[in-house]
């Protein structure tokens, strides 16, 4: 090992065994709370209480990082100026997204979900969080790369829809094509890329959901 390189520390890790019958219990449990998530685009403004954001977003942040540099960071908007700034920047994207820089191939795809270039979620939801992905950082003067940070931003992103829809709200990962916008709205340094918008809030009462299956077990697992 270099001289000069710190030295590994390490602290007793406290397991808990769990009985098998309730490792079974809890995994039924897990399983039927994430079945019921559905990505939602109608919200209703009701406001949601900003703790249950904090603590969603404190445990988006217990996610796996390349060399635990925890390359993510995740900006609350609440103000209704700039999440209508967000929406209107948005809907000009999608837009020419939607007629004509995506593929025949590719709206034919998205048209079961009924999705277009209008966005009213974007100012109606409470809160927006967009989710950024700190791909370099400086330190004592130089700069660093940060590793695997698409992966490690992706799980944290699925811890976070975890915690949300475990905490009852909706959520959307919207990724408007392309998404620089956020960075110049949200004035984040050039090191922070945009990775994705998410909505979180009430579902709208009379909300609904495309009807779309999942995959079985069977298709998408393979045992050897
Ligand atoms: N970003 C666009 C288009 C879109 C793309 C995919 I892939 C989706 O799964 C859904 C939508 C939009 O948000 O409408």
Not at 64 to 83: C, H, M, T, Y
Not at 192 to 215: M, S, T, W
């Amino acid at each position: 090992m270099i001289p000069d390189f710190p030295a590994p520390k390490f602290v007793p890790f406290s397991f808990r065994a769990l009985p098998v019958d309730e490792q079974l219990q809890r995994a039924d449990d897990f399983f039927e709370l994430m079945n019921t998530r559905r990505t939602i685009r109608e919200y209703s403004d009701r406001p949601v209480p900003f703790e249950l954001i904090e603590k969603a977003i404190t445990t988006a942040g217990t996610a796996p990082s390349g060399a635990n540099l925890q390359p993510w960071r995740f900006v609350v908007v609440r103000d209704a100026e700039i999440k209508k700034k967000i929406r209107e920047a948005a809907e000009k994207e999608e837009y020419e997204s939607y007629h004509g820089r995506m593929s025949e191939k590719w709206l034919r795809r998205l048209a079961p979900l009924g999705t277009n270039e209008d966005k009213p979620f974007l100012d109606i939801a409470p809160y927006l969080i967009v989710v950024f992905r700190i791909n370099s950082f400086v330190e004592d003067g130089e700069t660093e790369p940060t590793y695997y940070s698409q992966e490690s931003v992706g799980i944290a992103v699925g811890l976070l829809l975890a915690a949300l829809h475990n905490m009852g709200l909706a959520t959307l990962t919207h990724t408007p094509s392309p998404m620089k916008f956020l960075q110049e709205i949200l004035g984040r340094p050039k090191n922070e890329v945009p990775f994705v918008l998410i909505p979180v809030g009430y579902p709208a009462p009379d909300a609904k959901v495309p009807d779309i299956k999942r995959k079985p077990l069977e298709e998408i697992m393979e045992m050897i």
